[in-house]
Each structure stands twice: as structure tokens, then as C-alpha cells.
């Protein structure tokens, strides 16, 4: 029941312009609006989000953002400060103008952004409005990115080779390897990027997409280095509308294949809308997927693959296999995949917003991440929340298939997905009245009202 009087407020959302942020943003704000505030998007031209996805939000373009950026070769430290450089100005313009518009009868309460557009704190001060950030990954990777400056001045980073499996000084269960660096940038650049997005400064609040039940002790480290509240409100996809704010065209037709299917028979494949491999670990995967002998919806992403359009590389006789017992799409409905009683397993990259969807479903996990943290979400699938196994040898046909085995066949995986399930149902118990992320909804709510 929307609650009276709150219609005229007006939040504005400033999304970072990927996917794995998008998303998240885009359900925050389609909760904020079933509880009665207007919504307003002020995008980039890089990326922008599909307007008719969200018929009852406004949505503004801020003029001359647009990019050349190339996730495979460009430099993301420079694209991050060049967006946020261009953003500026034609922000503050933007929004100014917005005020204008609305009056004092429908003002903007306050500006919710990306961490990684910080530059919207400054634009908020100037316009003496107030802002809230969002962050889009976990707790403990903040805590983990955040620590990467202290482990620097202490000597443990950069650390050699031999180092890579040991345990990081108070960051259980992480090792070296597990550290959430970005592969896009050096080191020292990388750092900037963890100082700009850790601090608050003039903020009011810091909202998670995460969830008490699996992170009561990161969030609480960070609540005390706060001085400010922090909300953790996630799963964000579990309590909006559902809508999709998907960049890239969904192919529903794996979901007659998949009505097909035996339940929990199915291992479901997807790296995201990053990651990137090469002609051979194509091929390995395949035949990985093939000889395990268990059928699977395999995500191939167009442009993904170094020197490929898309699957044509592959032999004809793998072809021919991977029809028998497969299927292959160019993007997917994830949320409805890992939904269907049968899918029983999710080879992911282990992004954050593709590892909530897979434990919010019980849906056990094989982690293959590849940077950033990706790399902090696979330990904990696998090593706190216990419902998933690593794939961390290079992709080879026979550690694919023995790993998929694991977790579908053997007694290792039917314990996963009990736990899987029981995991499940806390976090649904989180989302309804009385649970741990509707209070924290409603106390957020009840903040942006007194602003």
C-alpha cells in the first residue's frame, strides 16, 4: 500500500553504466516508487537503460557522455575518472534544471548514486541536496578493497607467486589470490579508484544489495568505521517489481527447452557481460560440458569469445554432441532460469548480482571468477556459505566435467543444495515484515522522508 503523502518526493538514481550496476539501481528505484516517490534516472550515453523497462520513471541523458570505451582493451581507471570528469558539470546543469521544473511541490529529496559515480556527492552539496551512496557488491569485498591500501603500506602487496594461496591477515577466508584487484588497471591507479569510492565524506547513508543473514559480521565492521547509517536492503531483485533492465536482448526460448528437463538435471552456464575467453578454453568448455553427461543451457555472449563471432569455431562434431544434450544461447532470462525446478546448478562468473539470483533460488554454484569480486564472492560461496565449488585450474575438459559431476551427481552436491534451500528460506524470512532488510527498507524510507 503506497504511503500517503510521499508521491511528491522526487529521488534521482545515478547509475554506473554496466550491467552488474545497473540493475541493482534500476530495482532500488522501482522499490523506492511502490512506496510512493517519483523517480528520476539521470544516465550516461555510454550504456544507457531502456526507458520503456520502466514506464513510470523519468529518465534524463546527460548530453555529451558518450564513449568509446572497449571493456577488452580500454583502461577502466581512465574511463571512471574521464566519465566522472565529463559528468560534472552537465550534472549539476541537469539537476539544477530539474529543480526548477519541479518546484517546492514535488522537490527532489535526495540524490542515491553509484559509488562509482562519485562524483554526484559534490554535484548534491552544491545543490545543497542531500546524497546517499550504493554499493552494488558485497560487504566483505568493500572490506577486502578497502584493505588493499593498508596491505600496501605494510609490505604484503604486490605479493609474489608463492604467496597466492596463503591466508590474508584479517580477511578470513581470503587468500592473497582472492584480493579484488582489477585487471584493467595497475596497481597504484587501482588504489585511487578504492580511495575516491571509500570515502563518504558529506554523504547521509550507504545502501548494500546484500543481506544480513549472510554478511551480519562484514556489515558490522563497517557500520563501526561509519559514522553514517548503513541499510543493507538486498535481495533488491527479490523485493521489486519484477522488470528487466537487461542492455542486451533475452532469449526466452530456453525456457520451453528447459520444461523438457528432469528437475535439478540441468547445469546452467553464463560469465556474465564482462568476462572474456579464448578459441581453445571455448572448445574446452564444450567438450567439459558435453562429457559430463548432464544436460545444460550454456550462455555464449557475442564478441566474448577472442577471434570468434560467436560458436562457429567450434568442430562440427562438438557441434553435433552439444545439440544432443545442450543448448546455447546469446544472452538469457537469468532470473527465470535459475527460477525452474530444472536447473540444478550455475557455472557463473560469481558476480554479486548472478550469485544473489543463485542463492535466493537454492541453486548451488561452480565459481569460475575472473577479476575484482568476482574473486571474493567465489570464497564465500564456496568456503562461508558452503553451496559452491571453485573452478580455480585453468578451463580443461576434464576438471569441467569431474567438477560438474561433483556438484550434480555425487553426495557433495545434494548437501549443497540443502543447504542451498535452507538458505533460501532466511533469506526470504530477511525480506518479509519483521525481517532484518524490510526494517532496514523502512528506516531508509523513513530518512529520505525527513530530508
Same mark, same amino acid.
Given at each position: ?49 531502456? @526507458?520503456? $523497462? ?7 541523458? !546527460?548530453?555529451?557522455? #558518450?564513449?568509446?570505451? =572497449?571493456?577488452? &582493451? ?105 584480493? @579484488?584487484? $582489477? ?7 587501482? !588504489?585511487?579508484?578504492? #580511495?575516491?569510492?571509500? =570515502?563518504?565524506? &558529506? ?249
Amino acid at each position: 500500500m503506497e504511503r500517503q503523502g510521499k508521491r511528491r518526493r522526487r529521488v534521482v538514481l545515478v547509475p554506473w553504466p554496466f550491467q552488474g550496476h545497473i540493475n541493482p539501481i534500476l530495482q532500488l528505484g522501482s522499490i523506492l516508487h511502490s512506496n510512493g516517490f517519483s523517480v528520476t534516472v539521470v544516465h550516461t550515453q555510454y550504456n544507457p537503460p531502456d @526507458p520503456s $523497462s520502466h514506464p513510470d520513471f523519468s529518465f534524463l541523458s !546527460l548530453p555529451d557522455t #558518450s564513449s568509446d570505451y =572497449n571493456v577488452l &582493451t580500454g583502461d577502466a581507471l581512465d574511463f571512471v575518472l574521464q566519465l566522472n570528469a565529463k559528468c560534472k558539470a552537465r550534472s549539476r546543469e541537469c539537476l539544477a534544471e530539474v529543480m526548477r521544473q519541479q518546484g517546492s511541490d514535488n522537490g527532489i529529496a535526495c540524490i542515491i548514486y553509484d559509488e562509482y559515480m562519485f562524483l554526484s556527492e559534490e554535484t548534491a552539496k552544491d545543490l545543497n541536496l542531500p546524497s546517499i551512496i550504493l554499493r552494488t557488491s558485497t560487504a566483505s569485498n568493500f572490506l577486502a578493497r578497502t584493505a588493499l591500501i593498508q596491505l600496501k603500506t605494510e609490505g604484503h602487496i604486490p605479493f609474489p607467486e608463492s604467496r597466492s594461496q596463503d591466508p590474508v591477515p584479517k580477511l578470513y577466508p581470503l587468500r592473497f589470490k582472492d584480493l @579484488p584487484f $582489477s585487471i584493467f588497471a595497475n596497481l597504484e591507479n587501482f !588504489l585511487q579508484i578504492v #580511495s575516491k569510492t571509500s =570515502n563518504s565524506k &558529506t554523504s547521509s547513508a550507504i545502501i548494500h544489495n546484500t543481506i544480513n543473514c549472510l554478511e551480519n559480521s562484514s556489515l558490522a565492521k563497517i557500520q563501526q568505521q561509519c559514522q553514517i547509517p548503513i541499510f543493507p536492503i538486498g535481495p533488491m531483485h527479490k523485493i521489486a517489481s519484477a522488470s528487466s533492465s537487461s542492455l542486451s536482448e533475452e532469449d526466452s526460448s530456453c525456457l520451453a527447452w528447459l520444461h523438457k528437463q528432469s528437475c535439478n538435471s540441468v547445469i546452467y552456464v553464463s560469465l556474465g557481460t564482462i568476462a572474456f575467453m579464448d578459441v581453445k578454453e571455448l572448445v574446452e568448455m564444450a567438450w567439459g560440458l558435453t562429457n559430463s553427461r548432464q544436460p545444460f543451457l550454456w550462455v555464449v555472449r557475442p564478441g566474448s569469445v577472442h577471434g570468434a563471432e560467436w560458436i562457429e569455431v567450434l568442430p562440427k562434431s562438438l557441434k553435433e554432441n552439444i545439440e544432443e544434450r545442450g543448448y546455447i544461447v546469446k544472452w538469457a532470462p537469468q532470473k527465470k532460469v535459475l527460477a525452474h525446478n530444472a536447473v540444478g546448478g550455475f557455472l557463473s562468473h560469481c558476480g554479486w548480482n548472478s550469485t544473489l539470483e543463485s542463492i535466493c533460488e537454492g541453486v548451488p554454484m561452480i565459481c569460475r571468477p575472473c577479476f575484482e569480486d568476482q574473486r571474493v564472492n567465489a570464497r564465500y560461496v564456496s568456503h562461508v556459505w558452503n553451496v559452491g565449488l571453485e573452478l580455480e585450474s585453468e578451463l580443461e575438459r576434464g576438471e569441467i566435467e569431474r567438477t560438474i559431476r561433483r556438484l550434480m551427481v555425487d553426495e557433495e552436491g545434494k548437501e549443497m543444495r540443502k543447504r542451498g534451500k535452507n538458505l533460501k528460506e532466511r533469506i526470504e524470512f530477511c525480506i518479509k515484515e519483521g525481517g532484518s532488510s524490510n526494517n532496514s527498507l523502512n528506516k531508509l524510507i523513513e530518512m529520505i522522508m525527513s530530508f
